[in-house]
């Protein structure tokens, strides 16, 4: 007779999860259901092969499913309601998953997108002033300058790249905005540390599945890119201490936000050391130009793809502005505007999903998940499910126009839409990134349009973003 210790007598994963199905019958919450996958392996090569066809697998299962990669039981949710339970109403109880905190392990680990509780509050509290309405007002006429220097180099009939074009137009912006640096000089260093980590973080490769000390060419390779990455901005830190620019009682320092990273005090009185302003700089610098980036080529696509979008976001530019330039004050009477980057960010939101963990058990709907779970909300899926949008694979801004907006909010929950998260862990950076959006399209759109030379839509791919797989490159054609 075996002991009763033994591993032959200890309940399976399969045991376990038979008997909380067991108990969901009587009443009790029950786990949610779970994908069939192969012993040892579970659904890691699965996952690994087709990412995107994974995501619909798990959708066609339910509102909330288990399956396993890498050894770690995941929960993927793709029901409004979970999400808002998860995001807002016991946020609380959750934390970035565990895994997420692994894949970014070596990428600004002391910044605000990575710590958790009181760390996070804290910096959270000091960042936020770098955000209000009146300073985003602030930084309005860089984002217009830089997008009308970039309408005047572009030249009819040329061949663009245009993510990459976007790229070194919204570090620009950002760069100069928030740290009052230009950055043409440094602009290779960003953009290869963003192209590593991508790469490392990529869905369907090995790298992502595997620890950042294990010398995969690709782990080698983000580890070069973020040590040039983080003196670079070393170096930029260094510099403003040296021009005596830092201090909080000078009236003739800088109102930036590398100014308020290096001054702003803690409840005890203390600032943050350097290695945590650079963890900063460093999560602005990539998450702060890149997604913007990638939201503008996605705009610029979209409306290549359907020119009578385009006639009407001009019709709108022209009516509103004249021969002004844009402005803070423009963006209400923008409305088109606004709901092309609305729809663009809803068709290809890239910060496609979002990782949290329960630190306890929790009810989501009819289900228990356990504690530990890696949960992951996929906000791609959410906004292209059909129960809240007509034809949701269309490019349709009118839908988010006041009389059909206000006709589907009853059937429309509010996290049906988030593309910048939510909670008190919402994108920090929102409306900087809303009004750039709006104002660089704006700016762009009345002199130059884009048509893409390839076919069809790009394929993406599932990194730290979602981004194209392939150049995004489009003819410019110079307004009459």
Same mark, same amino acid.
């Given at each position: 007779?075996?002991?009763?210790?033994?591993?032959?007598?200890?309940?399976?994963?399969?045991?376990?999860?038979?008997?909380?199905?067991?108990?969901?019958?009587?009443?009790?919450?029950?786990?949610?259901?779970?994908?069939?996958?192969?012993?040892?392996?579970?659904?890691?090569?699965?996952?690994?092969?087709?990412?995107?066809?994974?995501?619909?697998?798990?959708?066609?299962?339910?509102?909330?499913?288990?399956?396993?990669?890498?050894?770690?039981?995941?929960?993927?949710?793709?029901?409004?309601?979970?999400?808002?339970?998860?995001?807002?109403?016991?946020?609380?109880?959750?934390?970035?998953?565990?895994?997420?905190?692994?894949?970014?392990?070596?990428?600004?680990?002391?910044?605000?997108?990575?710590?958790?509780?009181?760390?996070?509050?804290?910096?959270?509290?000091?960042?936020?002033?770098?955000?209000?309405?009146?300073?985003?007002?602030?930084?309005?006429?860089?984002?217009?300058?830089?997008?009308?220097?970039?309408?005047?180099?572009?030249?009819?009939?040329?061949?663009?790249?245009?993510?990459?074009?976007?790229?070194?137009?919204?570090?620009?912006?950002?760069?100069?905005?928030?740290?009052?640096?230009?950055?043409?000089?440094?602009?290779?260093?960003?953009?290869?540390?963003?192209?590593?980590?991508?790469?490392?973080?990529?869905?369907?490769?090995?790298?992502?599945?595997?620890?950042?000390?294990?010398?995969?060419?690709?782990?080698?390779?983000?580890?070069?890119?973020?040590?040039?990455?983080? *003196? +670079?901005?070393?170096?930029?830190?260094?510099?403003? %201490?040296?021009?005596?620019?830092? @201090? $909080?009682? !000078?009236?003739?320092? &800088?109102?930036?936000?590398?100014?308020?990273?290096?001054?702003?005090?803690?409840?005890?009185?203390?600032?943050?050391?350097?290695?945590?302003?650079?963890?900063?700089?460093?999560?602005?610098?990539?998450?702060?130009?890149?997604?913007?980036?990638?939201?503008?080529?996605?705009?610029?696509?979209?409306?290549?793809?359907?020119?009578?979008?385009?006639?009407?976001?001009?019709?709108?530019?022209?009516?509103?502005?004249?021969?002004?330039?844009?402005?803070?004050?423009?963006?209400?009477?923008?409305?088109?505007?606004?709901?092309?980057?609305?729809?663009?960010?809803?068709?290809?939101?890239?910060?496609?999903?979002?990782?949290?963990?329960?630190?306890?058990?929790?009810?989501?709907?009819?289900?228990?998940?356990?504690?530990?779970? *890696? +949960?992951?909300?996929?906000?791609?899926?959410?906004? %292209?499910?059909?129960?809240?949008? @007509? $034809?949701? !694979?269309?490019?349709? &801004?009118?839908?988010?126009?006041?009389?059909?907006?206000?006709?589907?909010?009853?059937?429309?929950?509010?996290?049906?839409?988030?593309?910048?998260?939510?909670?008190?862990?919402?994108?920090?950076?929102?409306?900087?990134?809303?009004?750039?959006?709006?104002?660089?399209?704006?700016?762009?759109?009345?002199?130059?349009?884009?048509?893409?030379?390839?076919?069809?839509?790009?394929?993406?791919?599932?990194?730290?973003?979602?981004?194209?797989?392939?150049?995004?490159?489009?003819?410019?054609?110079?307004?009459?």
């Amino acid at each position: 007779m075996s002991h009763p210790d033994s591993a032959a007598d200890a309940p399976t994963d399969a045991d376990v999860d038979a008997k909380a199905d067991a108990a969901g019958a009587d009443g009790d919450a029950r786990l949610p259901p779970k994908l069939d996958a192969p012993p040892l392996v579970g659904n890691t090569l699965q996952f690994a092969r087709d990412p995107f066809g994974f995501y619909d697998r798990l959708d066609e299962r339910g509102d909330a499913v288990r399956y396993e990669v890498a050894r770690q039981e995941f929960c993927t949710v793709f029901e409004p309601e979970h999400v808002e339970r998860i995001l807002v109403e016991e946020n609380e109880k959750f934390v970035k998953a565990e895994m997420f905190q692994e894949a970014a392990a070596g990428f600004a680990e002391q910044g605000l997108l990575l710590t958790e509780g009181e760390v996070w509050r804290d910096q959270r509290v000091r960042i936020q002033p770098a955000f209000t309405p009146e300073k985003i007002r602030s930084y309005t006429d860089a984002m217009v300058t830089y997008a009308e220097q970039l309408g005047d180099r572009l030249a009819d009939g040329e061949v663009v790249d245009v993510e990459d074009a976007m790229s070194e137009l919204t570090l620009k912006i950002l760069a100069k905005s928030l740290f009052d640096v230009d950055v043409d000089d440094r602009r290779e260093v960003v953009r290869e540390a963003a192209a590593a980590l991508n790469a490392r973080g990529d869905a369907s490769g090995a790298s992502a599945f595997l620890p950042d000390w294990v010398p995969t060419p690709k782990n080698r390779r983000f580890e070069r890119a973020m040590a040039d990455f983080e *003196a +670079m901005v070393d170096d930029l830190i260094a510099e403003r %201490r040296r021009d005596g620019s830092a @201090d $909080a009682d !000078d009236a003739d320092s &800088p109102d930036d936000l590398l100014s308020i990273l290096l001054t702003a005090e803690g409840p005890d009185g203390t600032t943050m050391d350097d290695a945590v302003v650079r963890d900063q700089m460093v999560t602005f610098l990539f998450a702060g130009h890149e997604t913007t980036a990638l939201a503008l080529t996605y705009a610029w696509h979209l409306l290549g793809r359907n020119p009578d979008k385009l006639d009407r976001l001009r019709a709108e530019i022209d009516a509103e502005l004249g021969d002004r330039r844009a402005t803070m004050a423009d963006l209400p009477a923008l409305d088109y505007t606004g709901r092309v980057v609305d729809e663009a960010l809803r068709l290809h939101p890239p910060a496609y999903v979002l990782f949290r963990e329960p630190t306890e058990d929790v009810q989501l709907g009819p289900y228990r998940v356990r504690e530990g779970t *890696a +949960m992951t909300v996929p906000v791609f899926k959410i906004h %292209r499910d059909g129960r809240f949008y @007509d $034809a949701p !694979d269309e490019f349709r &801004p009118e839908r988010w126009d006041s009389e059909a907006r206000s006709a589907s909010n009853s059937d429309r929950p509010e996290y049906a839409y988030f593309p910048f998260g939510g909670g008190p862990r919402h994108c920090i950076g929102m409306r900087f990134a809303l009004a750039e959006l709006k104002l660089v399209l704006a700016t762009l759109a009345r002199e130059v349009a884009f048509d893409p030379t390839y076919d069809g839509d790009p394929d993406l791919s599932m990194a730290a973003t979602m981004r194209p797989d392939q150049p995004m490159e489009m003819r410019v054609r110079k307004r009459d």
